[in-house]
C-alpha cells in the first residue's frame, strides 16, 4: 500500500494494509524549520516515539515498530544530522534533540507521547521529559546513557581529535569483515551486538553522519565518561510512569547505572534482559516487547499540571533521590589546560591495548608506561605514536613507525599479517562503545 504524504508530513491513506493484514509502514519527512527530519510511522493508536542511540539510525527499530504498530502510533525519527535527517545549525545538545522531537510531534498532529529512547536517546528522552512535561506521557530508557558517569575507554576515545578520520576509513570496511572483527575485540567476543555495531559503522560512511556522531558525542562524553546526568532532575519523575530495561552483557554502559537508577525512583518498573548487551531491541526484540507491551497496557499516562509541576520544581529532595556530588577542591585550570591532551590520548592508547591484547585498562596502562620507557618517548609519546598509527591516513612519523614495529606481534599472533590491520580492530571497538 502506498501512503500519501503532504508537505506538512501528514498522511493521507490509511494506516493497515489489508492486503497483508499488519500495520503500514510509512516513510516521511517532517520540512522544520530547523531542517528536515525523516521518520517511520505505522499504526493508529496513543502515540509512541522510539529514538535512537548515537550515531544510529531510526532502521534500529525494525523488530519492534510492526507489533507496537498494531494498537499505537509508532513514530521513529532519525535525529538531527544522523541517518537521513538534515543537520543542525551547529547544536547537537541533547537540549536541540529534545527540541527537535517536540517539533516533530507539533507537525504531525500530536499533542504527547510515550518517549522511548535508547542509549545516547535514553538521554534525549529524559532531557524531552524535563523540557515538555506536558508533551510526556511515560518515559521507556533502553540501556541508557545518562544515569552514571562510567563508559567503556573506546567511547571516550570518539571525542578526541581525530575520530573522525578513523570513522571515516572504519566506515569504508566490509561488513562481513568488521563483524569477524568485532568477534575478536575481547570486550565484544561474548556480546550479541557485533551485527548492530557493523550496521551502526556501515551507516557512518557519509560525512554528515561522522560529524553528528563525533559532535553528539563531544556534547555528552568526555575523556573522563559521561559528561552529562540526569541526576538532580529524577525527582521530578515522581509521577511519571518509568520503565528501565538492559542487557546482562552490556559492554558499552554498565548495567550498575540501571540498578542505581531503581533504588532513585524507585517506582520505575526494571527489565534486565538475561543474555542481551546493549541492543536488546535488536538481539532480544521478543523480551522486550512483552515488558513495553505489559507496561503500555497497565499505566496510565501522565497528566501535567502547571501547579503540580511548580511543587515539584521547589519541593526539597526528599524523594531519595542524591544530589550531584561537588568536589571539595577546585583543580588549578591552567594545569588541567596544560594536562587535559596528554590525558587523552594517554586514554584513546590504552583503549586500543586492552581491545588488542584482551587485557584489563590498568595492565593496559602499565604496558604503555613501559614502552613510553624503553622508546623514550614517554606513555604521551608512545600512545600519540601508537593513536596515529591506528588512524591509518597514509601519514607516517618516526614515532609511529616505533609503535608499529612494538606492537606487531599482538597482529601476527592473531594471523594477521599486515600492520595496517591494526586500525581496523581499534576502530571497530571505538564504533562499538558508542552512547
Request: hydrophobic letters at 40%; charged letters at 20%.
Amino acid at each position: 500500500m502506498t501512503a500519501t504524504l503532504h508537505a506538512d508530513g501528514l498522511r493521507t491513506e490509511p494506516a493497515f494494509d489489508c492486503s497483508l493484514g499488519r500495520p503500514a509502514v510509512i516513510e516521511g519527512r517532517a520540512q522544520l524549520s530547523g531542517g528536515g527530519i525523516a521518520y517511520t510511522s505505522a499504526g493508529t493508536g496513543p502515540v509512541v516515539v522510539l529514538i535512537h542511540g548515537l550515531g544510529g539510525t531510526r532502521r534500529t527499530w525494525q523488530h519492534l515498530i510492526p507489533t507496537l504498530a498494531h494498537a499505537h502510533t509508532v513514530i521513529a525519527p532519525d535525529l538531527p544530522g544522523h541517518g537521513e535527517s538534515d543537520p543542525p545549525a551547529g547544536d547537537y545538545s541533547l537540549g536541540a534533540h529534545a527540541c527537535a522531537i517536540r517539533d516533530l510531534l507539533v507537525s504531525l498532529g500530536h499533542r504527547s507521547a510515550t518517549i522511548v529512547g535508547h542509549s545516547l536517546g535514553g538521554g534525549v528522552a529524559l532531557q524531552t521529559a524535563y523540557q515538555f512535561p506536558d508533551r510526556t506521557e511515560r518515559l521507556m530508557l533502553i540501556s541508557s546513557g545518562g544515569l552514571g558517569s562510567e563508559v567503556a575507554p573506546m567511547l571516550r576515545a570518539a571525542t578526541l581529535p581525530g575520530a573522525e578520520t578513523v570513522v571515516a576509513g572504519l566506515s569504508r570496511i566490509p561488513t562481513a569483515v568488521t563483524r569477524r572483527v568485532l568477534a575478536m575485540v575481547p570486550p565484544l567476543a561474548a556480546s550479541p551486538d557485533a551485527d548492530a555495531l557493523s550496521g551502526v559503522l556501515r551507516g557512518l560512511a557519509g560525512s554528515q553522519q561522522r560529524r553528528a556522531f563525533v559532535r553528539t558525542a563531544q556534547t555528552v562524553i568526555d575523556w573522563r565518561g559521561q559528561t552529562v546526568s540526569a541526576d538532580r532532575q529524577l525527582g521530578l519523575l515522581r509521577d511519571v510512569p518509568v520503565l528501565v530495561a538492559w542487557g546482562t552483557r552490556d559492554t558499552t554502559i554498565p548495567p550498575s547505572h540501571h540498578q542505581s537508577f531503581a533504588e532513585r525512583v524507585p517506582h520505575a518498573v526494571m527489565v534486565e534482559i538475561a543474555g542481551a548487551g546493549h541492543y536488546p531491541h535488536e538481539s532480544a526484540p521478543g523480551q522486550l516487547l512483552c515488558a513495553m507491551d505489559d507496561f503500555l497496557a497497565e499505566t496510565a499516562p501522565f497528566q501535567y499540571s502547571e501547579a503540580g509541576w511548580a511543587d515539584l520544581l521547589t519541593a526539597s529532595r526528599d524523594d531519595g533521590t542524591a544530589p550531584c556530588r561537588q568536589s571539595s577542591t577546585v583543580p588549578d585550570l591552567s594545569q588541567l589546560a596544560e594536562s587535559l591532551a596528554s590525558h587523552r590520548i594517554v586514554d584513546m592508547a590504552v583503549g586500543a591495548l586492552m581491545g588488542l591484547r584482551g587485557c584489563a585498562e590498568h595492565e593496559a596502562l602499565a604496558e604503555l608506561t613501559q614502552a613510553g620507557r624503553e622508546t623514550g618517548l614517554g606513555p604521551h609519546g608512545i600512545g600519540q605514536a601508537l593513536v596515529e598509527s591506528l588512524a591509518d591516513d597514509g601519514v607516517e612519523s618516526p614515532d609511529s613507525i616505533v609503535a608499529r614495529r612494538r606492537w606487531h606481534h599482538l597482529l601476527t599472533a592473531r594471523g594477521k599479517q599486515d600492520p595496517k590491520d591494526v586500525a581496523i580492530r581499534f576502530g571497530a571497538t571505538n564504533g562499538a562503545v558508542r552512547c
